[in-house]
């Protein structure tokens, strides 16, 4: 399941290096506690009771692991753009969150529509075998900005893994909120309540 993951990662990163350049590095986020603040994007996520940020040697490891993953040149450029600001997990449900900024070419960020760069990510999801994807007309207001939405399912070793990712374009990044949960764990809507405004 995490080889998967780490591919279906890398696929979106090597779309978004597509037309990559040498834009600013987003802002990061911050932790306090069980709290994790984004104010250059205008939420907060305050992680429910059984969930756990990951630490910096597990986001170390993670950017490790998707390094080695990246086998072609295109790959290696591709992951030179992709940040991840935040994971947190609940291990007991195997529920997740994903904070990930792509650094777009200020060319590419000013063509590119969120919904454009949602059509990118569902090229990239049906390569790694998602099914079922479907992209939403609408959008939803998290924190200071609109984010359009797909929602996806994903089998990994006989377990349906749902995905709803949260993307949105700005100052040059693409940025997507990645949840994933499966049938036995939190449901969307309780992932979701963990996030607010500031």
């Known amino acids: 399941m995490k080889t998967k993951l780490i591919a279906l990662i890398l696929v979106l990163a090597v779309v978004a290096s597509a037309c990559a350049s040498g834009a600013n590095q987003p ?8 709290v994790f603040t984004s104010e250059h994007m205008g939420f907060r996520v305050e992680l429910l009771p059984g969930w756990a940020a990951a630490t910096d040697r597990e986001m170390a490891a993670l950017t490790g692991e998707l390094a080695e993953e990246a086998g072609s040149t295109l790959q290696q450029r591709a992951m030179q753009n ?7 997990a609940n291990p007991g449900t195997g529920a997740n969150i994903q904070i990930i900024y792509e650094r777009l070419g200020s060319r590419a ?8 760069y949602m059509e990118l990510q569902i090229d990239s999801m049906r390569a790694e075998g998602g099914t079922n994807i479907v992209m939403s007309e609408d959008t939803v207001r998290i924190g200071a900005h609109d984010w359009g939405y797909l929602d996806s399912t994903m089998r990994m070793h006989g377990v349906t893994i749902h995905i709803r990712t949260f993307v949105t374009i700005y100052e040059g990044f693409g940025v997507a909120i990645m949840v994933m949960y499966t049938n036995t764990s939190e449901s969307i809507e309780e992932i979701m309540s963990m996030f607010g405004p500031l």
């Open 82 to 88: 992709v940040t991840h600001d935040m994971v947190a």
């Open 109 to 116: 960020a000013r063509q590119l529509s969120t919904f454009d």
């Open 27 to 34: 802002v990061p986020g911050s932790w306090d506690r069980r």
